[in-house]
């Protein structure tokens, strides 16, 4: 069993379950040995990193308070956090200020115990984002969906292994990092005869409703030995779209599906909301150290990465207005006015080289949402902007108006990978600047082929790839697919899209302005 050692299963998956089931053999939990020193169940990881600082995290078996001791060369600092309780799901992070620029730190995580004895350490690798000189970044979309989840047989998801080889300085999540609504069975045949073996544990089982659950998503993924070594090696940048709940799921909603005994999809949210900041190694503080002002921890922030980058990842999620038709003749949200209003503020003062907008859904790719409504901003209708795309063409309009060069949008959600170029000579809306929308995923879900286009904002599919039949599994990773993005000295980005075996498909050279 190459992807779980004996020491993950007994201190991990089967501390929080009663068992595991391995492709349709079951493993029965032995029984736990309390030592009192805290171990970790599913690895380390940093998040956010900027010039100067970042987040660590870890999680315990039992209750312990996280300890930090981070180190660059022969310095050496201990940083004592906050204890990780079953109100956390033992889970903790620390936000680490006054950073060096430019500087690989490395960061020893463990537990201390109620007795003060330290338990099990981990080290999260991590280099801050340098004021001056080159870095590079991956992105991509979509963990452990359509029933597709770690298979041992293969090794696990080695998606995450081909973009660790790479050696970024960082990894952005587009969304989708779990498949709240996809039930993980211990078996799927594929369409060639070929038989996917899962590894399950019971909060896969069925659709996630309770907390427990939600949490125990996100602890699957952390089982498979590739998220483990690519999340303790390279900082995490994650957002959240809509399997952390369920698929397609808009603040209101009220389900029909009888696989669920609570309806109430902000109920869902919520509790999904908690397990996904439990398990992400996002602060919550602002850029000050302080915790943000509205009391909310926003999703949506800023990450800073020195003169030639700034990061603006973005929640398309929770301030989303319901799923119609789109052809509102009023402006309706998907960013909301105060998450527009933010962005529009922290693109104008960026004095970075690129502004690189994370997005968890694509701008211009028409993703339905049922025969009539619609999930995302485009609407079928390629004419002037309607509901969401009057938000969209606001924005748009806005970096035009303020002269903001240099965006570039990047997203998943969609299954494929495309390269899209907008310009108002093709558009029917032409008050905004030319700009390119990068779109990558999945990295370890079901692969589909690519979606139609709406031709409001003047899109051309420059590349597109996908999947040869729907929901293809990762099996052969060439219908799975991740992003690159190299910044040099100079500050050109090369931009390129590839399959999870690592080969080029497409690449661009862009040029500031």
């Given at each position: 069993?190459?992807?779980?050692?004996?020491?993950?299963?007994l201190?991990?998956?089967?501390?929080?379950?009663?068992?595991l089931?391995l492709?349709?053999?079951?493993v029965?939990?032995a029984?736990?040995v309390v030592?009192g020193?805290?171990?970790?169940?599913s690895g380390?990881m940093?998040?956010?990193?900027t010039?100067?600082g970042?987040?660590?995290?870890a999680r315990?078996d039992r209750?312990?308070?996280l300890?930090?001791e981070v180190?660059?060369?022969?310095?050496?600092?201990?940083i004592?956090g906050p204890?990780?309780?079953?109100?956390?799901?033992?889970?903790?992070k620390?936000?680490?200020?006054?950073?060096r620029p430019g500087?690989?730190?490395?960061?020893?995580?463990?537990?201390?115990?109620?007795?003060?004895?330290?338990?099990e350490?981990g080290i999260a690798?991590?280099?801050t984002?340098p004021?001056?000189?080159?870095?590079s970044?991956?992105w991509?979309?979509?963990?452990?969906g359509?029933g597709w989840?770690i298979?041992?047989d293969?090794?696990?998801?080695?998606?995450?292994?081909?973009?660790?080889?790479l050696r970024?300085?960082f990894?952005i999540h587009?969304?989708d990092t779990?498949?709240?609504d996809?039930?993980i069975?211990?078996?799927?045949?594929e369409?060639d005869?070929?038989v996917?073996?899962?590894?399950v544990?019971?909060?896969?089982?069925e659709?996630?409703?309770?907390?427990g659950?939600y949490?125990?998503?996100h602890r699957?993924?952390?089982?498979?030995?590739?998220?483990?070594?690519?999340?303790a090696?390279?900082?995490?940048?994650?957002?959240?779209?809509?399997?952390?709940?369920?698929n397609?799921?808009?603040?209101?909603?009220?389900?029909?599906d009888?696989?669920?005994t609570e309806?109430?999809?902000?109920?869902?949210a919520?509790?999904?909301k908690?397990a996904?900041r439990?398990?992400?190694?996002?602060?919550?503080?602002?850029?000050?150290?302080r915790?943000?002002?509205?009391?909310?921890?926003?999703?949506?922030?800023k990450?800073?990465?020195g003169r030639?980058?700034d990061v603006?990842?973005?929640?398309?999620?929770?301030?989303?207005s319901p799923n119609?038709?789109?052809?509102?003749?009023?402006?309706?949200?998907?960013?909301g006015?105060e998450?527009?209003?933010w962005?529009?503020?922290?693109?104008?003062r960026?004095?970075?080289?690129w502004?690189?907008?994370?997005?968890?859904?694509?701008?211009?790719i028409i993703v339905p949402?049922?025969?009539?409504?619609q999930e995302?901003?485009?609407n079928?209708?390629?004419?002037t902007?309607?509901?969401?795309?009057l938000?969209i063409?606001y924005?748009?309009?806005?970096?035009?108006?303020?002269?903001?060069?240099?965006?570039?949008w990047?997203t998943a959600?969609?299954?494929?990978?495309?390269?899209?170029?907008?310009?108002?000579?093709?558009a029917?809306?032409t008050?905004?600047?030319?700009?390119?929308?990068?779109?990558a995923?999945?990295?370890?879900?079901?692969?589909?082929a690519?979606?139609?286009?709406?031709?409001?904002?003047?899109?051309?599919?420059?590349f597109?790839?996908?999947a040869?039949?729907?929901?293809?599994?990762?099996r052969?990773g060439?219908?799975?697919?991740?992003g690159?993005?190299?910044?040099?000295?100079a500050?050109l980005l090369t931009?390129s899209?590839?399959?999870?075996?690592?080969?080029?498909?497409?690449?661009?050279?862009l040029?500031?302005?």
């Amino acid at each position: 069993m190459a992807d779980l050692t004996r020491r993950t299963l007994l201190g991990g998956a089967l501390a929080g379950a009663g068992a595991l089931t391995l492709g349709g053999s079951r493993v029965a939990a032995a029984p736990l040995v309390v030592t009192g020193r805290p171990n970790l169940t599913s690895g380390v990881m940093s998040g956010d990193v900027t010039t100067n600082g970042g987040v660590v995290w870890a999680r315990a078996d039992r209750v312990g308070r996280l300890v930090a001791e981070v180190g660059r060369g022969r310095s050496r600092q201990v940083i004592r956090g906050p204890w990780a309780t079953p109100d956390t799901d033992h889970t903790a992070k620390i936000t680490l200020h006054g950073l060096r620029p430019g500087t690989d730190y490395d960061v020893r995580l463990t537990f201390e115990g109620r007795d003060g004895h330290l338990g099990e350490s981990g080290i999260a690798h991590l280099r801050t984002a340098p004021m001056k000189g080159a870095q590079s970044f991956v992105w991509t979309g979509d963990t452990a969906g359509q029933g597709w989840g770690i298979n041992p047989d293969l090794g696990g998801m080695t998606g995450y292994r081909t973009m660790h080889a790479l050696r970024p300085d960082f990894m952005i999540h587009s969304g989708d990092t779990i498949y709240a609504d996809n039930p993980i069975t211990e078996s799927v045949t594929e369409p060639d005869g070929q038989v996917w073996r899962n590894l399950v544990i019971p909060e896969v089982a069925e659709v996630a409703q309770t907390l427990g659950q939600y949490r125990g998503r996100h602890r699957y993924n952390m089982l498979d030995t590739n998220i483990r070594a690519m999340y303790a090696d390279v900082p995490l940048l994650a957002q959240w779209d809509d399997h952390e709940t369920l698929n397609n799921w808009y603040p209101g909603e009220v389900l029909t599906d009888e696989r669920y005994t609570e309806r109430r999809v902000d109920v869902l949210a919520a509790r999904a909301k908690q397990a996904w900041r439990e398990w992400q190694p996002i602060g919550d503080d602002d850029a000050r150290g302080r915790r943000t002002t509205d009391g909310r921890n926003r999703i949506y922030r800023k990450v800073t990465r020195g003169r030639h980058l700034d990061v603006m990842c973005l929640d398309m999620r929770t301030f989303k207005s319901p799923n119609t038709s789109g052809l509102e003749t009023h402006r309706t949200a998907i960013l909301g006015h105060e998450q527009t209003e933010w962005l529009i503020r922290e693109l104008r003062r960026s004095r970075a080289t690129w502004k690189v907008i994370a997005a968890d859904l694509p701008l211009g790719i028409i993703v339905p949402d049922g025969p009539v409504d619609q999930e995302s901003v485009a609407n079928r209708d390629p004419g002037t902007p309607l509901g969401r795309e009057l938000e969209i063409a606001y924005l748009l309009q806005q970096i035009k108006r303020h002269d903001i060069r240099n965006v570039v949008w990047v997203t998943a959600d969609v299954h494929y990978c495309a390269a899209h170029h907008y310009d108002p000579s093709r558009a029917a809306f032409t008050d905004f600047t030319p700009f390119w929308e990068l779109v990558a995923g999945p990295i370890s879900a079901g692969a589909f082929a690519p979606s139609p286009m709406d031709a409001t904002f003047g899109p051309e599919v420059v590349f597109a790839k996908g999947a040869s039949y729907a929901n293809q599994s990762p099996r052969t990773g060439k219908a799975h697919f991740f992003g690159h993005v190299q910044i040099d000295d100079a500050g050109l980005l090369t931009a390129s899209l590839r399959d999870a075996t690592g080969a080029v498909l497409w690449s661009k050279d862009l040029s500031p302005q």
